[in-house]
């Protein structure tokens, strides 16, 4: 842990977009399934700092709704990542709760395979202590997508009576996302020399701090999170006021 800023000085919600376990991989000579496997290892070193470090929230873009258009032997070797990783989490699920440390996905989980369907509802745990940090892992997950399902949610109570679209809010739309009650990103994160959020909380990101590096997802470690957080302590966040 390098010299963190002052918790009144820490973000609390984290986005990190990973990316760069394809050109990682090839750049060694090997599989881009190698990269993912080297990337999901960093998830989870980076994900445990964060409940180290007492970040409320992290949010990490694991698999977008386009992703599936990738080789299907890639999308595969991704999948069986991510099932290791639950079998693993559902295991230690109620010592990581009592520690403060739970687990979200967001995205359609419907529409994934159906054995990591299950074991994602499995995995899944309420907060029970004070200071818990959430480890969001956005799956098949898409921002736009993400407001049209918040706004066909609105459009149902508007339909059936309960509501008066004159009266809409923000807060509403905010209130049927995936991150409804969670405090939105203070600091998004992308690696791999990419300047683009690619459709990640689209709707939350409206005021975050942006924060890039041209390091490659597996070899992102703590000292670059640290970096990145002492950087975004520097700025001056006005939220468009003064
Ligand atoms: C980004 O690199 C990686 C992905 C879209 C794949 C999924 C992420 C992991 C395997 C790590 C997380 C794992 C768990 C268990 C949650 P890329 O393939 O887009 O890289 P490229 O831009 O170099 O092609």
Aim: net charge neutral.
């Amino acid at each position: 842990m390098g010299n963190l800023p002052p918790k009144e000085l820490m973000p609390r919600h984290i986005g990190i977009i990973m990316d760069g376990n394809g050109r990682w991989a090839e750049s060694r000579g090997l599989s881009r399934s190698e990269g993912h496997v080297a990337g999901a290892k960093v998830f989870r070193t980076i994900s445990d700092y964060c409940h180290e470090i007492g970040i409320e929230v992290v949010t990490f873009y694991a698999f977008s709704t386009e992703n599936w258009k990738r080789p299907i032997d890639e999308v595969t070797a991704i999948m069986k990542l991510f099932k290791e990783y639950l079998v693993e989490a559902d295991e230690i699920k109620y010592e990581r709760q009592k520690q403060g440390y739970i687990l979200r996905f967001l995205g359609d989980i419907k529409g994934v395979p159906k054995e990591l369907h299950h074991l994602i509802d499995k995995t899944q745990l309420d907060s029970t202590v004070e200071n818990t940090t959430i480890v969001n892992i956005a799956l098949n997950y898409g921002g736009r997508a993400e407001i049209v399902q918040s706004v066909k949610k609105l459009a149902e109570q508007v339909k059936s009576g309960k509501l008066n679209p004159k009266k809409i809010t923000e807060d509403d739309i905010s209130a049927g996302l995936y991150t409804a009650g969670m405090p939105e990103p203070d600091l998004i994160i992308r690696m791999s020399g990419e300047y683009r959020l690619s459709n990640f909380l689209t709707w939350q990101s409206a005021y975050s701090e942006l924060w890039f590096t041209d390091v490659l997802w597996p070899d992102f470690t703590t000292d670059d999170l640290d970096r990145a957080i002492i950087e975004y302590a520097k700025r001056h966040r006005r939220f468009g006021g003064r």
